[in-house]
């Protein structure tokens, strides 16, 4: 395994994030596997030297940072490992009003929560899972200072956005005096390369860790998808913001070039696609999500698949541009 500081920050995490979105109850989705099933990927990430991994308060409605917790308190030492969990979505099925967001109230509510459900007294590093548009910039950065200051944080991250809201997040911050975000969790695969334009280049002048969700487009990667059916797995078939994200023609054109590559090097695809994201300089560690043990493995030897120039323009050279996806934009007024 390899490890690198967060960021700017003095902090060691694994090349590799073990997100536990997979982690929780198929109640909630289907795909995702049930605690029994879900606690050997913890193990074996463990033994492979992952200590890095993520969560959300909204996972499985808050039973994945349950299972997380105590398969982690089971395996390791909570000095070992590095956890990170996210706010703003709503983390039960019939939300109040005040169950969503960044309000300083929903911050307050939601990191005991998490920290409750953890079963830890702190978190790594707290993120804020998507910009709130009703809230002022300063009512949720002086929160989640106060956050750290309680020592409930250690650091602070935030997740997709524009690029324009991010800046202003870390000069209103500097500005205060207030904790920096360290990290940034961004979308960003080899099918959507938009944040190669203002994200990527700001995370790097500001010297912001980028963890990227979804490095492999959820599975779409593995070149096993189809445009009719979607593919043969469960995940396949019924991930609706998958289905949201990916599949034009261009998607598979890329997709297909992975494949290429990877049969050129004796690999898979998915380390292909893997190692292309390990070889972007802004990134930190991708969030990498596992449903087979295979998968864990996989990402782990991604690391060990080094790819020329030459590759490296080969899959991407057919990229073509996509609005955005995976957040909102400031409504128009």
Request: hydrophobic share 40%.
């Amino acid at each position: 395994m390899e490890y690198t500081r967060l960021g700017s920050s003095g902090l060691k995490v694994s090349r590799i994030c073990l997100g536990a979105m997979t982690y929780g109850t198929p109640k909630w989705r289907a795909w995702v596997l049930d605690e029994e099933a879900s606690r050997p990927f913890v193990k074996r990430a463990i033994e492979l030297g992952i200590n890095f991994f993520d969560t959300a308060d909204m996972y499985s409605e808050g039973v994945s940072e349950e299972v997380l917790g105590r398969a982690l308190k089971d395996f390791t030492a909570r000095d070992q490992v590095v956890i990170a969990t996210k706010a703003f979505h709503p983390a039960r099925s019939s939300p109040g009003p005040n169950d969503r967001g960044l309000s300083r109230k929903h911050l307050f509510d939601a990191i005991d929560g998490s920290l409750r459900r953890l079963g830890v007294d702190y978190v790594d590093l707290y993120q804020i899972h998507r910009f709130d548009f009703s809230t002022p910039i300063e009512e949720t950065l002086c929160a989640l200072h106060d956050i750290v200051r309680a020592g409930k944080a250690r650091y602070i991250g935030a997740s997709s956005m524009s690029a324009w809201q991010f800046a202003k997040m870390l000069y209103t911050s500097d500005r205060h005096s207030w904790t920096r975000f360290a990290t940034m969790q961004n979308h960003y695969n080899l099918v959507y390369r938009e944040e190669e334009r203002e994200m990527l280049p700001l995370c790097r002048e500001e010297g912001i860790g980028v963890i990227p969700w979804s490095p492999l487009a959820r599975g779409f990667l593995a070149g096993n998808r189809r445009k009719g059916d979607f593919g043969d797995t469960s995940r396949a078939r019924t991930d609706e913001f998958a289905h949201q994200l990916y599949y034009a023609d261009g998607d598979f054109t890329v997709a297909n070039r992975v494949v290429e590559l990877a049969g050129r090097h004796g690999a898979k695809p998915t380390m292909v696609a893997l190692a292309w994201v390990l070889a972007q300089p802004e990134v930190t560690a991708p969030i990498v999500g596992a449903s087979k043990l295979a998968h864990l493995e996989d990402a782990v030897a991604a690391l060990n698949l080094r790819l020329s120039s030459d590759d490296l323009a080969f899959v991407e050279q057919p990229y073509q541009p996509h609005s955005v996806l995976g957040f909102d934009l400031p409504p128009r007024r």
